[in-house]
Every structure is written in structure tokens, then in C-alpha cells.
């Protein structure tokens, strides 16, 4: 079981480029998110999905779009790049609701930078 | 006002020491509550949940008081492997929250020799 992984781990984006972020679960979790945490800011919730083929926005979507459609996968895109999205991503799967029962599992994490 | 708070330290303490950390949350209809432990350059993984009883896992114990919105984590005789970040998380309201999580800020903890 590899749980969540992402790829790329690093990535050096000049702005206005665009790129892609995979994150990938094998625990047949049906919700998965993205996140962005940026020093002093905490994790924010970037876009969330609850099933293939659905999205939603969380707390900063904007200048992302995500995807998923395959229940294991889930991507995060940047269409052109700035240097406020210089950041780390985390990627999160989680199982449906269990009552009382929220725990995410992460990614290890990609370091984005936009110069 | 944030929606999860968190003194951000750092804590610097020695071993052995007993360290508390605390949280505030704003919305009242939350509904359920954790600690996640962040290593340096890691991912967060939880460390425990949060119950109104009040629940201990070994040298750690989590204390949540709905009435003040407040949130606590106790971990006495602490050891240099409990060197890292604490984030207060608080669930979404509601059926439709799907497992969203709100994080607080983080509070960084060193425990030197």
C-alpha cells in the first residue's frame, strides 16, 4: 500500500507557465483533497472532490482547476502560473463519513516555486 | 477573526517537561476535532482525535470545551521525538461538510536536551 503519493515532488515554475499536479491513493478513499500551506498561514483548502467526476471549490480555488476522473486520481492545474502560488500542496484522500470520524490521509507534499 | 487559532510559539522545552498547547475555534456548530502532528518538511498525520470526554493516548491527552470553543493538548514527560508542529483541525458542519478540515496555524514545539 503506497497510501497517497504526488508527483512532482519539486517543480520551478517561471510565471505564466502552467502545470499539472497528480496525486494518486490506492486505499479506494472517495473524497480527496488539495490544500496549500504557506508559512503562518496553515492548510488551505484548495478544491475537494467527493466522487469521480465531481469537484468543488474549498477555500482558495482561484487560479486552479482540478479534475477527477478516475476515483484514485486527482488533479490539481495551474493554467498560468504566478509567484502567490509559490507554495507546498498537499494532497488528502479520506473514506466516506464514519460518525465522528474525519481522518485525512496526505501526501508527502509538492514545492512549488514561481520566480 | 481566524476560524481555528493557535499560539504559534515556539515552545522550547526540556526534556521531561510537561507542555500544553491550546486552540480556539469560531464556528459553534463544528462538529468534530483533532490534533495532527507536522514534522519538518513532512506531511501532517493525525495524532488524536477530540472528544468532550476528554481522551488520553499514552503520554498525550486532548481536552475539548464546546461552551468556550476551546481545544487543549497536554503531553507530559516529553521526549526529543516530540519535536514538531501541532495543528489544531476542526470539521465542517453539517452533512454536506464532507470531511472538509479547517487547520489552525500550527504551534511549533522543540525539545532540546
Known amino acids: 500500500n503506497a497510501g497517497v503519493t504526488q508527483t512532482p515532488k519539486f517543480r520551478v515554475l517561471k510565471t505564466g507557465q502552467s502545470m499539472t499536479l497528480l496525486c494518486a491513493q490506492d486505499?479506494?478513499?472517495?473524497?480527496m483533497y488539495w490544500y496549500r500551506q504557506d508559512p503562518g498561514m496553515g492548510l488551505r483548502l484548495i478544491h475537494y472532490s467527493v466522487g469521480e467526476g465531481t469537484t468543488a471549490k474549498g477555500e482558495v480555488p482561484d487560479g486552479y482547476n482540478v479534475s477527477r476522473l478516475k476515483k484514485q486520481n486527482f488533479l490539481l492545474g495551474l493554467e498560468s502560473a504566478a509567484p502567490s502560488q509559490t507554495s507546498v500542496y498537499f494532497c488528502?484522500?479520506?473514506?466516506?463519513?464514519?460518525?465522528?470520524?474525519?481522518?485525512?490521509?496526505f501526501g508527502p507534499g509538492t514545492r512549488l516555486t514561481v520566480t | 477573526r481566524k476560524e481555528v487559532e493557535q499560539d504559534p510559539g515556539p515552545f522550547n522545552v526540556p526534556e521531561g517537561a510537561t507542555v500544553a498547547f491550546n486552540c480556539t475555534y469560531s464556528?459553534?456548530?463544528?462538529?468534530?476535532f483533532f490534533w495532527y502532528r507536522q514534522d519538518c518538511r513532512k506531511e501532517p498525520k493525525l495524532l488524536m482525535s477530540?472528544?468532550?470526554s476528554g481522551n488520553e493516548d499514552g503520554r498525550f491527552t486532548a481536552q475539548l470545551n464546546r461552551a468556550s470553543q476551546y481545544i487543549s493538548l497536554l503531553i507530559r514527560d516529553s521526549k526529543l521525538s516530540d519535536s514538531a508542529t501541532y495543528l489544531c483541525v476542526v470539521s465542517g458542519a453539517g452533512g454536506t461538510s464532507y470531511g472538509k478540515l479547517t487547520f489552525g496555524q500550527g504551534t511549533i514545539l522543540t525539545v532540546h536536551p
Open positions: 464556528n459553534s456548530a463544528s462538529q468534530s
Open positions: 477530540v472528544y468532550s
Open positions: 486505499m479506494n478513499h472517495e473524497y
Open positions: 488528502a484522500s479520506s473514506p466516506p463519513r464514519t460518525e465522528g470520524d474525519y481522518e485525512q490521509y
